[in-house]
């Protein structure tokens, strides 16, 4: 199995109120899913997002990816699971203001480390390419427009050939059509055998995924499949 | 990530952000600016104290003095005692093991003619051993010989202060002058000797060896025979085999002399207590100039500390996507450290460059003697590194324990 919870929880201490955002999350997710996670704010979707994609650590529970305990690692450790097992789409793109796409795109190979800087670019432009995005290599984040630029953030995702693509709200900042276009690409990723797991409040979204996983209080409350 | 490529990472992020940087690199800049002024200050005050005991003779001699006392205070001892004489001068040349050379010297005022000028002048009588001899040439003819000693000839040797009243023109070596009425063969022609200190005020900076320039030569013999009643000395110049030697040779002239006198009426003074002086009054200026120069560096140092901070804020956000691509805590610590070397090496470089502006500026126009060390640009960049290191490690040990899941968030 690729992704195994068993019984997580997640507490967080805001002054002296405790906040339970997960109250035992047990599930399982296995190779090349489409899976949607849904629910409205404050349902825990998006600090699982966080422990499924290992910025975050479990207050109980286990959290297993490729049959691995990784709800024990610390900083380090969890620094290379992100990078070589977690690729993330944000809403908001977070791509680095500063610098070009090439150099956002190949930022991932950089953090991994043993890469060649000639392999960086060369990888980066091929998945740029491989998104449609050969000829904004030299372009800085803030000369594209919405679609483009989460494009490139999911290029970036990408890069590394990670195992599983973590989707946050991917088209909530794009209007309709751009949004319909990422869509397409992350189904496209689908049926190309990724792993993907969207968390999202938009059922259109949600409709898109396999395996939909309804999120309320802080746990699964409701499952479909499709 | 390995240092290189957080290196490349750093350097990337600088040359994205020019504003931030040259705004940081401006305290560095001046911090590393006076560094480089105040070294060359120290350098060059050390060079022109060490140059004046170079031009005064070399760091091997003693010159022994009769101390100063009043007739009225003496002890029976001290009045029995001949004082200095060139006798003590031969008994030091064959008793004293250390001993290289030997310089008696009678300085009279006397009356020197030729044709019909006179002029009351400055003798000294004394040997070859003229421990000036070396540094200040004889221009034309020669110096005295152990001839011109053991024969108590009558030969002069002039300085330059007088030639021109004296000969014009025409070439001195060979003439008869007389001094109090006794002929001399003119048998050389000192080299016009200068030393200025500067800074003293300007134009009207006194040349501190003209006494130098103003003295004729004879063999001490002859001064001696013609000119004094006794063989008592004004002073007694001796040089020891190697500048180690000085210390031993001391003790054996005090021996000697003390056996000599029955009384310690005479002192031994060495340059190097002069140089070491020199150095003590040098110290004191050293260590204003560092203070300056210190709160300067700090100053830089807090400033490039408060807007690496600033910008650990401002890029919070970008610390988190950093993360979440999988950058450890150690990436961002050394990403944000290089950012900050990188700075302040540049702010290094050009601080060395305006510093050397500067010590020219200070040499130029305050008249304040400067030397530049060739160590400089090391301890300049070595200076702009450790800023670096130092005020850069806050704010780096900051953005790498930021929570990525707080930073993604940060709005």
Redesign the interface.
């Known amino acids: 199995m690729l992704i195994q919870t068993e019984a997580i929880t997640k507490t967080y201490e805001l002054g002296a109120a405790q906040v339970q955002a997960l109250r035992g999350v047990t599930l399982a997710i296995g190779g090349g899913e489409y899976v949607a996670v849904m629910g409205p704010s404050g349902s825990g979707k998006s600090t699982l997002m966080?422990i499924l994609?290992c910025?975050?650590t479990p207050t109980s529970g286990r959290y297993m990816l490729h049959d691995q305990e990784v709800s024990g690692l610390a900083?380090?450790g969890l620094?290379?699971v992100?990078?070589?097992e977690i690729g993330?789409v944000?809403q908001n793109f977070?791509l680095?203001p500063?610098?070009d796409l090439v150099?956002n795109v190949s930022?991932?190979l950089?953090?991994?480390?043993s890469v060649a800087r000639a392999d960086r670019r060369r990888k980066a432009v091929e998945v740029l390419d491989k998104l449609g995005l050969g000829n904004r290599l030299e372009h800085k984040p803030n000369e594209l427009s919405g679609g483009e630029r989460q494009r490139a953030a999911i290029a970036?995702a990408l890069v590394?050939d990670p195992s599983i693509v973590l989707a946050d709200e991917p088209t909530g900042n794009l209007d309709s059509k751009t949004g319909r276009e990422i869509m397409d690409i992350l189904d496209r990723l689908s049926a190309e055998g990724k792993t993907v797991v969207i968390v999202t409040h938009d059922a259109s979204v949600a409709a898109h995924a396999r395996r939909v996983l309804h999120f309320e209080d802080g746990i699964v409350a409701r499952e479909d499949r499709r | 990530?390995?240092l290189a490529?957080s290196f490349a990472?750093g350097m990337?992020?600088m040359a994205?952000?020019r504003g931030r940087a040259i705004i940081t690199t401006v305290g560095i800049v001046l911090g590393v600016a006076s560094v480089v002024t105040v070294l060359s200050l120290m350098h060059g005050g050390q060079a022109q104290t060490l140059a004046y005991f170079e031009e005064l003779g070399g760091l091997r001699e003693l010159r022994i003095t009769n101390s100063r006392s009043d007739r009225v205070f003496m002890t029976a001892a001290e009045r029995a005692s001949e004082r200095l004489t060139y006798r003590d001068a031969q008994a030091i040349l064959e008793e004293c093991p250390s001993v290289l050379t030997v310089d008696p010297e009678i300085v009279r005022f006397l009356q020197v003619s030729y044709g019909d000028e006179t002029f009351q002048m400055k003798v000294l009588g004394t040997t070859r051993h003229y421990p000036y001899a070396d540094d200040m040439p004889v221009a034309v003819g020669r110096f005295l010989t152990d001839q011109d000693c053991e024969n108590y000839a009558n030969v002069v040797l002039m300085g330059p202060t007088y030639r021109e009243d004296l000969f014009g023109s025409e070439d001195p070596i060979g003439r008869i002058i007389t001094i109090e009425g006794i002929p001399f063969t003119v048998v050389g022609l000192m080299e016009k000797k200068e030393f200025y200190f500067r800074g003293g005020g300007g134009p009207g900076d006194r040349n501190v060896l003209e006494w130098f320039n103003l003295s004729h030569y004879i063999p001490i013999t002859t001064m001696i025979k013609r000119f004094t009643v006794s063989d008592e000395l004004g002073g007694l110049e001796i040089a020891a085999r190697t500048v180690e030697d000085v210390a031993k040779l001391e003790e054996e002239v005090r021996t000697v002399l003390r056996r000599r006198h029955g009384v310690e009426d005479f002192e031994i003074d060495s340059k190097q207590e002069g140089v070491q002086e020199q150095a003590e009054q040098q110290r004191f200026f050293n260590i204003v100039f560092w203070a300056v120069a210190f709160v300067s560096l700090f100053v830089g140092g807090v400033v490039i500390a408060n807007i690496m901070l600033s910008s650990v804020t401002e890029r919070v956000?970008?610390i988190?996507?950093?993360?979440?691509?999988?950058?450890?805590?150690?990436?961002v610590f050394v990403h944000f450290l290089v950012e900050a070397l990188a700075v302040t090496s540049i702010g290094g470089a050009v601080g060395l460059l305006v510093g050397l502006g500067m010590t020219a500026a200070v040499d130029r126009f305050l008249g304040m003697p400067t030397a530049l060390a060739p160590s400089i640009p090391l301890i300049a960049f070595m200076t702009s590194v450790a800023v670096g290191l130092i005020f850069g490690l806050f704010p780096a040990l900051r953005a790498a324990r930021l929570d990525?899941?707080e930073a993604?968030r940060y709005e």
């Open positions: 966080h994609g910025l975050d900083g380090q620094a290379r992100r990078n070589k993330f944000f977070n680095l500063r610098i150099a930022l991932p950089l953090y991994r480390g970036r590394n | 990530m390995n490529e990472a990337q992020d994205g952000n956000r970008e988190g996507v950093r993360k979440a691509l999988g950058a450890s805590g150690r990436d990525p899941v993604l």
